[in-house]
C-alpha cells in the first residue's frame, strides 16, 4: 500500500472500541517493551516531566489530543486550554463525533494552531508536544504562538528527529536541533534549551523495533501509516521487539553519540 495514494479522510477507525478488560490489558502492553514505541514513549514522558517543571499560569496545549501529559503541568499551573485540529481527529477517528461527552473532557477548544482563535497575549505558557512536524507550515504556527503568549511566557517544544511516517497525511517535517533553533529564534523567542530525547542507541533501537513490527508482524498498513498486528505473527515477534528494544535500552546507557537521536525538547521564553 503506497500512502501516498490513500484517502485524506478514514473510511474506518484507526482507534477502535475494545471491551474494557481488553482496554486494560493493550494499555499495559503500550507500556511496556511489547510496545514499539517503548523506547520513545520513556524519552517523551521524561522530556515532559522536565518541561513541566517551567510551566505556569494559563497553559494553552496545542495538539492535545487526549491531554496524555496532563498529570505533570496540571499541578504547576493555573488553567490548563486543549486545542485540537478536527481533521486530525476525524482522520483517527470519524466516529468520535458520536462521541461529544468524551471530547469535553479533553479538548476546550477546536482550532488551527497556524491561526489560533485566541486574543493577543492571552497565556503564559504554550505546550507543542509533537505537533510542530504535524503543520504544513510550522512557521507560522510559532508567529502564532508569539502573539497568543505574554511577553516573558515559555514556549515549551518537542520535535522528532527520527521516526516512522504517522498520522498520514498530517505529517510533513522533522526537525534538527539547528532547525528547530532558527524557527524559533526568527519568530521572537529566545531558546534557553535544547536537549536530546535519547541518543544513537535510542534511535536505533526505536528503529529495529519498528522494522520487525512492520515488515513481520502486521496484518496491513492503516491509511495514517500505522499497522494492524497479525494475530497469528504478532505473538511471535513482539517478544523479539521487547528483547531489542531492552538491550539498546541498555546500550544507552553506555552510549554518549547524540549525532542522532528520537528528537529534542526546546525551552523557549518569549523575548519582552
Not at 476525524?90 to 494552531?113: I, Y
Not at 542507541?201 to 498486528?229: C, E, N, P, Q, Y
Amino acid at each position: 500500500m503506497d500512502l501516498r495514494q490513500q484517502p485524506r479522510r478514514a473510511e474506518q477507525a484507526v482507534v477502535t472500541e475494545r471491551p474494557h478488560f481488553l482496554q486494560r490489558l493493550n494499555a499495559l502492553r503500550k507500556r511496556s517493551p511489547l510496545s514499539p514505541y517503548w523506547l520513545e514513549r520513556r524519552w517523551l514522558r521524561r522530556a515532559m516531566q522536565e518541561l513541566a517543571e517551567h510551566a505556569s499560569g494559563h497553559m494553552l496545549d496545542l495538539g492535545c489530543g487526549e491531554r496524555p501529559y496532563a498529570e505533570f503541568f496540571v499541578p504547576r499551573i493555573a488553567r490548563y486550554w486543549g486545542l485540537e485540529y478536527p481533521p486530525v481527529a476525524d482522520n483517527l477517528n470519524p466516529d468520535v463525533w458520536k462521541r461529544p461527552e468524551m471530547l469535553r473532557t479533553v479538548v476546550d477548544v477546536w482550532g488551527d494552531a497556524q491561526r489560533l482563535p485566541f486574543a493577543d497575549a492571552t497565556f503564559d505558557t504554550v505546550l507543542a508536544a509533537e505537533m510542530l512536524e504535524h503543520l504544513p507550515d510550522p512557521n507560522a504556527a510559532v508567529a502564532e504562538v508569539r502573539r497568543v503568549i505574554k511577553p516573558g511566557g515559555r514556549l515549551l517544544l518537542t520535535v522528532p528527529l527520527v521516526a516512522p511516517l504517522h498520522q498520514w497525511p498530517f505529517d510533513f517535517y522533522r526537525f534538527t536541533p539547528k532547525g528547530i533553533e532558527a524557527i524559533v529564534e526568527r519568530n521572537g523567542f529566545e531558546v534557553e534549551r535544547v536537549t536530546p530525547r535519547g541518543n544513537f542507541a535510542s534511535a536505533t533501537g526505536a528503529t529495529i523495533s519498528h522494522w520487525l513490527v512492520r515488515s513481520m508482524a502486521a496484518s496491513k498498513l492503516h491509511h495514517d501509516g500505522s499497522v494492524a498486528f497479525s494475530r497469528w505473527r504478532g505473538p511471535f515477534v513482539l517478544p523479539l521487539v521487547a528483547l531489542v528494544q531492552i538491550f539498546f535500552w541498555m546500550c544507552e546507557q553506555l552510549a554518549s553519540d547524540t549525532g542522532a537521536s528520537l528528537g529534542y525538547s526546546v525551552v523557549a521564553r518569549r523575548k519582552l
